[in-house]
């Protein structure tokens, strides 16, 4: 059992920064990939970011490439997301995921992951 808490989120305008933050308790491990999903009202999960805590390794989606940075302090169980050069079209619900260890490849579909935070709401304004 996982439980993962996102904070961080908010009001922010477009071309300004955030960062959220998702703190793991429960049994956690350090093999364990660790990503970061959006959800606008209507719209599907998408795929923003993932991170391998052991190693470090990242992905992440077309659209947040070279905007944001995925990273890990694994002694504070603890995964980062750094949002720069935001836009409205960032607006959206954002949740931290944890997939169980054994993949190769980084996964990308919500599917994919076993334990789902509660969601932090980022709004972007024009």
């Known amino acids: 059992q996982v439980q993962l808490v996102e904070s961080g989120g908010g009001l922010v305008q477009a071309g300004g920064s955030l960062r959220l933050s998702c703190a793991a308790s429960g049994r956690t491990c350090s093999r364990y990939v660790m990503g970061w999903f959006r959800q606008a009202p209507g719209k599907e999960r998408d795929f923003v970011a993932v991170?391998?805590?052991?190693?470090?390794?990242?992905k992440y989606a077309d659209s947040v490439k070279g905007r944001f940075t995925i990273s890990r302090d694994n002694a504070k169980n603890t995964v980062y997301l750094q949002m720069n050069s935001l836009n409205p079209e960032d607006t959206a619900v954002y949740f931290c995921?944890?997939?169980?260890?054994?993949?190769?490849?980084?996964?990308?579909?919500?599917?994919?992951?076993?334990?789902w935070g509660q969601g932090t709401q980022v709004t972007v304004s024009s």
């Open positions: 995921a944890a997939d169980r260890p054994g993949s190769f490849l980084l996964p990308t579909d919500p599917g994919d992951y076993d334990y």
């Open positions: 991170i391998r805590l052991s190693g470090g390794s990242t």
